[in-house]
């Protein structure tokens, strides 16, 4: 931990790494979804990494399974956050410089999905009937979260790198679409037509906002780095989605790399959370 760092609370809850940014004008933010707020696709690195491994593993110029898991690691992780056929185009990519003969993108990403619905069918199927509760799929605190951002008045936005008939159905069966009254934008399969730059873009132009009135969610790479080049505000959710508390070590160094002005594990620590980025004393100034 560097000496930036600072701690909020008992249990570490709110990791400031930069304390110097203006904060407390939002008008606007903006949710990534899957590990920000949904688990219900908790562990779809499970499905991705072997499927791709397996994949990189048949051409000609393969390297040893060991040296291809760390291939795919790599080059996933970084492009998580983006919609999922970018981390099949790079697949297909590494195919090539392996001599192989790829599939499409496309084709790897219908498989891909295949296999991880496989996984999670049972989950969305479960919060429709009401046989698990919807908590359980969510970030501890979401619906807290957004609930509070409402009652300050923030237009929300939810924006996923997963594809948009999905999100909006596992939006829905979670409880929290109506929060999003920014609109809901998930992956297309016109995929130029969407990314998270671009519903960051239409944000700004829609609302007249500044840079400072702008503030993230999200607990990818990409996410942060988009708020962050137009001078929004970026919340790191570092998210531990297997046991639902804590954090994971792991996102939270690609977080702080990525800039995230602030890491959190989940929402539990709302009020130091909503203490931080709304202070009072700035609000009490801002009226006046
Ligand atoms: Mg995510």
């Not at 397996?54 to 110029?61: D, F, N």
């Not at 898991?69 to 492009?79: G, S």
């Not at 671009?198 to 993230?216: C, D, N, P, R, T």
């Amino acid at each position: 931990m560097d000496k930036h760092t600072e701690i909020i609370g008992r249990e570490a809850a709110v990791e400031i790494i930069k304390d110097d940014i203006f904060r407390g004008r939002f008008k606007a933010a903006i949710f990534d979804f899957d590990g920000t707020l949904s688990l219900i696709r908790a562990g779809w690195q499970d499905v991705m990494y072997p499927y791709f491994v397996e994949v990189l593993a048949e051409p000609p110029q393969a390297e040893s399974l060991q040296e291809l898991e760390h291939v795919v690691r790599e080059f996933v992780d970084l492009l998580t956050g983006k919609q999922t056929i970018y981390q099949c185009m790079q697949l297909v990519e590494e195919v090539e410089k392996r001599d192989g003969v790829p599939l499409t993108p496309l084709e790897y990403k219908h498989e891909y999905l295949r296999r991880l619905w496989e996984r999670i069918e049972h989950r969305v199927h479960g919060l429709e009937d009401g046989s698990i509760e919807r908590e359980v799929m969510l970030v501890p605190g979401s619906m807290q979260l957004l609930r509070e951002l409402k009652s300050r008045d923030l237009t929300l936005y939810l924006a996923s790198g997963t594809d948009e008939p999905y999100v909006l159905r596992e939006a829905a069966v979670l409880g929290v679409a109506g929060f999003f009254d920014g609109g809901i934008y998930g992956a297309l399969d016109r995929y130029e037509d969407f990314s998270k730059e671009k519903v960051i873009q239409e944000m700004i132009k829609s609302h007249h906002l500044a840079g400072e009135e702008l503030l993230g969610f999200g607990d990818g790479y990409v996410e942060i780095e988009n708020v962050k080049a137009v001078g929004g505000y970026a919340v790191g959710v570092a998210s531990d989605e297997v046991h639902r508390r804590g954090i994971n070590e792991w996102k939270r160094r690609r977080l702080a790399d990525a800039g995230a002005d602030l890491i959190i594990p989940d929402y539990s620590c709302l009020m130091d959370l909503t203490d931080y980025l709304f202070p009072k004393a700035r609000n009490r100034w801002l009226k006046e």
